[in-house]
């Protein structure tokens, strides 16, 4: 976990390699953003922006380091040639008062020169986007562009999915298998679709009762409340909601043998993927398995396809297989894999580069 507030800021950029951080206000619409650089070694930083009404400054220049930098090593463990980067607005993003502010940020973006590319997130839309690229040439996630990028990203996490299904019993098939998945959002609804397709049984939850509703109409599923999902008696527990679900509170809970779904930072803290190591579960690193939405992103940029972007994103599922390899020949945690997987790429551009200066 980065803490910004722990031995000063520049400490907290040196301890995990950010190259660069960049504070922006405009006080004549209440813009206060953040960007956050953690390296641009494969290309430029990447990463969408993020609008919340964060407790304290410390908490959100905390956040913007934690995602920058994992926005790095899924660029890296997805083969794209981008950095990682993100930036974090602060304040209510419920206000209707938007083109001002978001070109406030755009400006902030510009200022960059490039370095960073932002898109949406958390509490930002595509029409966001659109007051963003007012300002700047530097920002994806466009109306009548790569779309909601929902449908690749479950595409990823399918794949990846059966990967560590392979792993795990030796047949990638989820044909009779049960898949209790939390949060039936765009990305989990999408992955319930190809998990029903292929006769998986469901198992769901979520805070929004019509999106429940949705899924048992539409695949069969059965529901269960939020807290009860985690002691399903299933194959695959899959979190598509928020992070930090994998915790002291909840591991004793599990009994799915396999942890894969589409949430940011399941972890709550890195010893979280050391104890599903001990306790022998699965789990697909969640920066890896869910790096469909970056792919299509990354499709958008270089005017890809959605054929092409999509089967990028069912790469996933070889990725995923060489982080357990990687796993089991050095004897390391999936989570602690994925990121040497991570590095070792971005060690050898690094070099490459170096190499013909």
């Not at 995923?320 to 602690?336: C, D, G, N, Q, W």
Request: one cysteine or more; hydrophobic letters at 40%.
């Amino acid at each position: 976990m980065i803490d910004a507030r722990a031995g000063g800021l520049f400490q907290a950029l040196g301890d995990h390699g950010h190259e660069q951080i960049s504070f922006f206000s405009e006080p004549s619409c209440g813009y206060r953003g953040i960007i956050a650089i953690h390296d641009t070694t494969l290309g430029p930083a990447l990463g969408g922006t993020r609008f919340w009404n964060y407790a304290s400054d410390a908490d959100a220049i905390t956040d913007a380091l934690r995602l920058a930098r994992g926005m790095t090593y899924k660029a890296a463990v997805a083969g794209l040639n981008l950095g990682g980067g993100k930036s974090v607005i602060l304040g209510d993003n419920k206000t209707s008062k938007r083109e001002a502010l978001f070109r406030a940020h755009g400006r902030h973006v510009e200022s960059l020169g490039g370095r960073y590319i932002t898109a949406e997130d958390v509490g930002t839309s595509t029409a966001d986007m659109e007051f963003i690229r007012a300002e700047t040439e530097h920002v994806t996630g466009l109306l009548g562009k790569s779309g909601d990028p929902s449908p690749v990203t479950a595409f990823g996490v399918y794949r990846g999915m059966k990967a560590a299904a392979k792993h795990h019993w030796g047949s990638d098939s989820l044909s009779g298998k049960t898949v209790a998945v939390q949060g039936c959002g765009h990305v989990g609804y999408f992955l319930c679709k190809l998990l029903h397709e292929e006769g998986a049984r469901l198992v769901v939850t979520d805070i929004d009762a019509q999106r429940v509703k949705t899924v048992t109409q539409d695949f069969g599923a059965a529901a269960v409340g939020a807290d009860e999902i985690y002691s399903q008696k299933a194959d695959v527990f899959a979190p598509c909601a928020l992070g930090a679900v994998i915790n002291d509170a909840t591991i004793p809970k599990l009994k799915a043998p396999i942890v894969a779904g589409g949430a940011n930072n399941v972890l709550a803290e890195d010893r979280h993927g050391d104890e599903l190591e001990r306790k022998g579960i699965v789990y697909a690193p969640d920066y890896v398995i869910n790096g469909g939405g970056l792919i299509n992103v990354n499709a958008e940029l270089h005017g890809w396809s959605l054929e092409r972007a999509r089967a990028k994103a069912g790469e996933i599922y070889d990725t995923i297989l060489r982080v357990f390899e990687i796993a089991t020949e050095e004897k390391i945690p999936s989570y602690r894999a994925a990121d040497r997987l991570a590095e070792q790429r971005i060690e050898a551009v690094a070099k490459v580069r170096q190499n013909f200066v």
